[in-house]
C-alpha cells in the first residue's frame, strides 16, 4: 500500500494532528512522572493540546470523505 493512499489528500491535517498528539502526550507524561512543581501546568497543557488534536483529526477525516456525483445529483 502506498504511503499517499493511507494518509489519503489532506496531508498536511494529518500531519498536524500526529504532532499536536505527540506534543501533548508527551508533556502530559512528562508532568505526572517528572518532579516538577509546576507539574499541573504540563498535565493540563498536554490534555488540552490533545484535545486541541481532535480538531485536525476532524478535518482530515471531512477531507478525505469521498462523495460521488450520482450522490451529489450533479448527473446531467
Do not use: H, P, Q
Not at 491535517?13 to 507524561?29: K, Q, S, T, Y
Not at 512543581?37 to 493540546?49: L, P
Request: hydrophobic residues 60%; negative net charge; proline residues 0%.
Amino acid at each position: 500500500m502506498k504511503f499517499g493512499k493511507v494518509i489519503g489528500r489532506c496531508s498536511f491535517l494529518f500531519f498536524f494532528g500526529i504532532i499536536f498528539d505527540v506534543v501533548g502526550l508527551v508533556l502530559l507524561l512528562i508532568g505526572i512522572f517528572a518532579s516538577f512543581t509546576a507539574w499541573d501546568f504540563y498535565i493540563y497543557t498536554g490534555a488540552i493540546i490533545i484535545a486541541l488534536s481532535l480538531v485536525f483529526w476532524i478535518l482530515w477525516y471531512t477531507g478525505n470523505v469521498e462523495i460521488s456525483n450520482k450522490e451529489l445529483e450533479l448527473i446531467l
